[in-house]
């Protein structure tokens, strides 16, 4: 009897590895990104910040981007070291009075002169 069930499983075995393999399912679209609602928060800047980007709440984004737009018409951008910022006179208050700061650093410096609208 116990060989009657082996065979039997056996059998069903190879009727299942006979099977047709299951159809995929077509991949599904990649969804755009939505932003955090953390950074698309506006922001008010301080005053040594706002000299720079506006007086205006904006989100840190924006505070970013306009940031590097100030950076690049006065081109601050270290040549030999890119990730390196050189301060000037209204980037030095917001750098904590540092000569260079790297682009990584720039942000947390900056976050620091951030205050909720």
Known sequence: MAIAKKKAKKAAKKKAAKRPAAK??????ASKRKPNAAFMKPMQPSSQLAMVVGNAP?????????????IKRKGLQDAKERR??????ALKPIFNGKAKVSMFDMTKLVNKHLKDA
Do not use: G, S
């Not at 989100?59 to 737009?69: H, S």
């Open 24 to 29: 995929k399912r077509p991949a599904k679209k």
């Open 58 to 70: 904006l989100p840190r984004t924006e505070v970013t981007k306009k940031l590097w737009q100030y």
């Open 84 to 89: 390196m910022i050189n301060a000037d006179d």
